[in-house]
């Protein structure tokens, strides 16, 4: 299927590993050229050499976006090696599980600066070459947003600010010709949720199937999902055959949202 993606520009927040660089590595398949964007400048040299290998293009900036400017710095960065922004999926951003009491002020500061405050600076920033080329925003988020729970006040605090700000975007886009939508994933195979099943195992003695099957059937969903679905959805999502889509919030867990 051609989605019309050859010759696009792409930031990809968050993309030296799991669902970002998943969604780095689809939408340069269809022929985009793609920013990675992280903390860790290692991992995203390897991206881009994945990247490179299909023969398409790719460039990294190493940053952290909870620094003040560094949106700035990025989109300036997008800017003078492309001179266009066509695409920018705003994934960064990770936060703590755990005990409500347990959990510090920093905590929930972090957790805010790092996704929540990540995502409302950098489409600030990248709002004008977004209007230019009447292009696409999509923000990676998370179920938690839409089903709280009790190991996971913050993140689900941080990701229903984040759909309520995207759903917001999305009315300005209306007017700007600029594309926003969100997709919320469920569980899905990165280093986090390996971290998650080795202390599911260190804590109830299972092995690593057992823990998997348990993990999935807690989360009541299908199966575990990989970085590779996300990212097939997203580069629909951000396609000539996805643009009719406005303001959606697209959860993809397997069916493990049970609301409305």
Known sequence: MQLGLAGKVALVTGSSRGIGRGIALAL?????RVMLTGRDRGALDEVAGEVRKRGREAHVHAGDLREAGEAERLVAAVRERYGRLDILVNNAGATKRGDFFALSEEDWQDGFALKFFAHVRLARAAWPLLKESK???????????????ADFTIGSTVNASCLAFTKALADIGKGCGVQVNAINPGAVETARLKRNLAELMAKTGLDEAAARERFRLEHGSIRIGRPEDIAGLAAFVLSERGHWLHGAIIDMDGGQTRTL
């Open 135 to 149: 292009g696409s925003l999509l923000a990676i988020v998370g179920v938690g947003g839409r089903t709280p729970s």
């Open 28 to 32: 340069a398949e269809e022929g985009a």
